[in-house]
Structure formats: C-alpha cells, structure tokens
C-alpha cells in the first residue's frame, strides 16, 4: 500500500530522538518526512546536512523536517550529534512506517539484491494530506527541491 497525493497521510506514532512522535501531533504544520537508507553513510549524511542547513527556512515556511531509516535509537543518536541535526529521527526498525509509505524496495548492491530503503520524501501539510513525494531521490538539490514545495504549500 502507497499513499496517495490528495488523500490523508498515513497516521504513525514511532519512537525517535525526541520521544515518541506521531504525525497526528504535527497537525497545523506542514511536515516534511524523509526516509533514508541508513545513518553515516555518505549519500544519507550529504541529504542529513543539506536538511539541517536549511532547517530555519523550513520553519519559516511552516514546515517540520523528520528523518526516518531503520537505524537504531542509538545510531540515530550518535548521528543527529555527530552533524548537529536540529530535527527528530525516527528510529523504524520494524519497518512499519516505511510499509506504510511503501519505501521499502528490492536494491542492487554490489551486485547482490538487497532489500532496503529507496530514498523518498513526503510532504504532508497542515491538514494531514499527502501534497507531494519524491521517489528514488537524488541527493545533490534535494532539500532546496522540497523547501521549495513546502513554501509553495505554506
């Protein structure tokens, strides 16, 4: 199952940096969710800073960023430190939030078919409907593309 643009977001409540977060309690914000294969790996690490550095100008469009991977709590602790991330990272281990937004992909890696996590961001506004996705997303530009969106919707 995949969400839909125009139709309400899939609800999620999951454990992150900052506590248990669910998208229920964004509500009256726009909200930005990206999932990402895996902390402190190169592409993860560039998307991650380029989220940070334009974090103030997501807030002022109104927008809340929230990193999501199947990483550990610890792992993503480590990671928000290590780069000075100002926004939650949710720790999906058991893949339920990434089922519900059908991110979750078979992947060639050196060869071998892997299952993991294709790059994709969701934008969600005040309301709770899904507006737009990125799939099997490009790092280089991507955040500047969704701040973007996220003024357009503010």
Known sequence: MTPHIGKPAPQFIAESTIGPISLEQCRGRAVVLYFYPK?????????????????????????????????SLKSHQ?????????????????????????????????????????RSTFLVDAEGRLVQEWRGVKVPNHASEVLQAARSIG
Do not use: W
Request: hydrophobic content about 30%; aromatic content about 10%; proline content about 4%.
């Open 39 to 71: 902390d402190n790996t190169p592409g993860c690490t560039t998307e991650s800073q380029d989220f940070r550095d334009l974090h103030a100008d997501f807030l002022a469009a109104g927008a809340v960023v929230v990193g999501i991977s199947r990483d």
């Open 78 to 118: 480590n990671f928000q430190n290590k780069y000075q991330l100002p926004f939650p990272l949710i720790s999906d281990t058991d893949e339920t939030v990434c089922n519900l937004y059908g991110v979750i992909k078979q992947k060639n890696m050196y060869g071998k078919q892997v299952r993991g996590i294709e």
